[in-house]
C-alpha cells in the first residue's frame, strides 16, 4: 500500500514542496511521487492515499493537474489531499490587487473539490504554500509547514 503525490511545477517551487511531502511520508510509508505528467498510468487501486499538489496559475490548478484529476475514478473511496504554491499576498502591488487574487481562489481547493467529486475522501484540509513571487522562492518555514502538514496526513 503505497501513498501516491502526483504534482505538477513550472519553476519548481512546487517540486519542492512536492519532495518534501515525499520525504516526510517516507520515514513511515511507501511513497511514490509523479510528475503530473507521468501519473496518467499508475494503478491507484491499491493505494493508501492519493496528494495531488499545482501552483496556483489564474486561481486554479494547472491544465495537466485538472486532467489527471478529472480522468480519476477512485477504486474504493480512498483517501487523498491536495495542496498549492501560490503568491504572499504581501508581495502584491497595488495592495488592492491583493483582494483580487484573494477573492479569486487557490488550485488546492478546486483540486480537493474535484477529488471529491470523483469519490476521493478528503483526509485533511488542503494547504497552500507560499512564494515570494511567481518564480518563487518558496517563503522560509514553508518547507517545514509542508513536512507538518504532510504528518497531519498519516496522523
Ligand atoms: C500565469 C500565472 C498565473 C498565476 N496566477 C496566480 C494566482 O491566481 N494566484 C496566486 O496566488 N499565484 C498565481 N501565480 C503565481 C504562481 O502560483 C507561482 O508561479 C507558483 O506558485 C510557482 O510554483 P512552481 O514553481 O511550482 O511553478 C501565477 C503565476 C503565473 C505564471
New binding site residues.
Partial sequence: MAIVVVY????????QVAKAIAAELELTHTVKLVPVGEARGIDLSDAEMLIVGS?????RPTPLVSEYVEGLEAPSGIAAAAF????DLETIHPAPLRWV?DA?G?AAERIAAMLERHGFVLKAPSAGFL?GG???PLNAGEIERAKAWAKTLIA
Fill in positions: 505538477d511545477s513550472i519553476f519548481g517551487n512546487t517540486a501552483p496556483t496559475r489564474g486561481f498549492d504554491t501560490r503568491l487574487v479569486g487557490y512564494v511567481t518564480e518563487g
